[in-house]
């Protein structure tokens, strides 16, 4: 009886799939087009993509211009127009707090701008990979004062710890620009005993050319036959 059941229960279910199998080439339903003349903040889909990168929209912005950008940062509220409403919102904080010729305000511009709009050079680096601003920052003062709280000065740039990581005030710091540098997705970092060290330091250390050391360490992972251990930037400079 058990077994009857269960039979009958598959035959049922691919009954129901053959249905909507049917349903489907009757109304020629693709699913690339299922959200394609919807409108999502100042966007309206044109067309949908996909590639080995993921899911894409192709949009028209309702200022005119025509952006290609990552499907779940249109859907998730991430990117809402073509970049112009960034432009906006950055001009009228500029009229609020007349600040807008300082470097501390350029940074903040620039941050939105890499995450926010999709025509930005550096966008597909950032925006791209999902990293986004904490809401608390989409108002400049409050970004200033947490800036010039934790260290802000006209020679340091922002930093993210973890450069996989948002723009938040528990992510972020000031650094110069060769540290900066020296953090990102394609930097390493090993612990050689008690210390930790980037990869270009250890040419040093061992007295080995840096082609030598990356593809032993890097490419064969042969991190044993160095006494290193895996390390991160955040290891490194706090030690």
């Given at each position: 009886?058990?077994?009857?059941?269960?039979?009958?229960?598959?035959?049922?279910?691919?009954?129901?799939?053959?249905?909507?199998?049917?349903?489907?080439?009757?109304?020629?339903?693709?699913?690339?087009?299922?959200?394609?003349?919807?409108?999502?903040?100042?966007?309206?889909?044109?067309?949908?993509?996909?590639?080995?990168?993921?899911?894409?929209?192709?949009?028209k912005c309702d200022c005119g211009n025509s952006i290609r950008t990552r499907k779940y940062s249109v859907l998730k509220g991430l990117t809402k127009s073509c970049g112009c409403l960034h432009r906006e919102i950055a001009h009228n904080v500029n009229v609020k707090h007349g600040l807008s010729n300082t470097r501390l305000h350029r940074i903040w511009s620039h941050m939105r701008s890499r995450c926010y709009t999709p025509t930005d050079k550096k966008y597909k680096n950032y925006g791209g990979r999902g990293i986004t601003i904490c809401s608390e920052w989409n108002d400049f003062v409050k970004f200033k004062e947490w800036a010039e709280?934790?260290?802000?000065?006209?020679?340091?740039?922002?930093?993210?710890?973890?450069?996989?990581?948002?723009?938040?005030?528990?992510?972020?710091?000031?650094?110069?620009?060769?540290?900066?540098?020296?953090?990102?997705?394609?930097?390493?970092?090993?612990?050689?005993?008690?210390?930790?060290?980037?990869?270009k330091d250890l040419v040093n250390v061992f007295n080995l050319s840096y082609k030598y050391l990356h593809r032993e360490v890097i490419t064969n992972k042969r991190l044993s036959d160095f006494n290193l251990e895996p390390a991160t930037y955040t290891d490194y400079i706090n030690q």
């Open positions: 009886m058990v077994m009857f059941i269960i039979g009958l229960a598959s035959v049922m279910e691919l009954a129901l799939l053959i249905i909507l199998i049917t349903i489907f080439d009757m109304f020629e339903f693709d699913p690339l087009q299922l959200y394609v003349g919807k409108h999502y903040g100042r966007l309206t889909i044109i067309s949908e993509e996909r590639d080995s990168h993921g899911n894409w929209f192709n949009c709280s934790n260290g802000y000065d006209d020679n340091l740039t922002i930093e993210r710890i973890d450069v996989n990581g948002n723009y938040e005030p528990n992510n972020c710091t000031w650094v110069n620009l060769s540290l900066q540098t020296m953090n990102k997705t394609t930097s390493h970092y090993f612990k050689h005993f008690d210390k930790v060290y980037s990869l």
